[in-house]
């Protein structure tokens, strides 16, 4: 059973940043592509952004272009979401996952994360 764990998640101000990890155990990041998702109170899980195994990357949302970043260090066996400027529409539940290929489609994710928070409030 695959396990991640996904960190850095937390209460930040408007404009503020976080980085948060995704890593694994019993599974190699760098054989999948790796998206983040984002799911807010009320709201449907929605896509962010996502690397692919040849570290391609597509980004989902054009509310969050330029604003947030995502990486992979293989030797970590980590993926992270650089997250700047953050706005109060920003806050939800992220989450990481694997997939084949990046394509914004729930049900073809592997495997999820378990999530963490991300509060953007003054």
């Known amino acids: 059973q695959v396990h991640f764990v996904e960190s850095g998640g937390g209460l930040v101000q408007p404009g503020g940043s976080l980085n948060l990890s995704c890593t694994a155990s019993?599974?190699?990041?760098?054989?999948?592509?790796v998206a983040w998702w984002r799911q807010a109170p009320g709201k449907e899980r929605e896509g962010v952004n996502c690397?692919?195994?040849?570290?391609?990357?597509?980004s989902y949302r054009s509310s969050v272009k330029g604003r947030f970043t995502i990486s992979r260090d293989n030797d970590k066996n980590t993926v992270t979401l650089l997250m700047n400027s953050l706005k109060p529409e920003d806050t939800a539940v992220y989450y990481c996952?694997?997939?084949?290929?990046?394509?914004?489609?729930?049900?073809?994710?592997?495997?999820w994360g378990s999530g963490t928070l991300v509060t953007v409030s003054t």
């Open positions: 019993k599974l190699s990041l760098d054989a999948y592509a």
């Open positions: 996952a694997t997939m084949e290929v990046c394509v914004p489609v729930v049900y073809l994710v592997e495997s």
């Open positions: 690397i692919d195994k040849s570290d391609r990357i597509t």
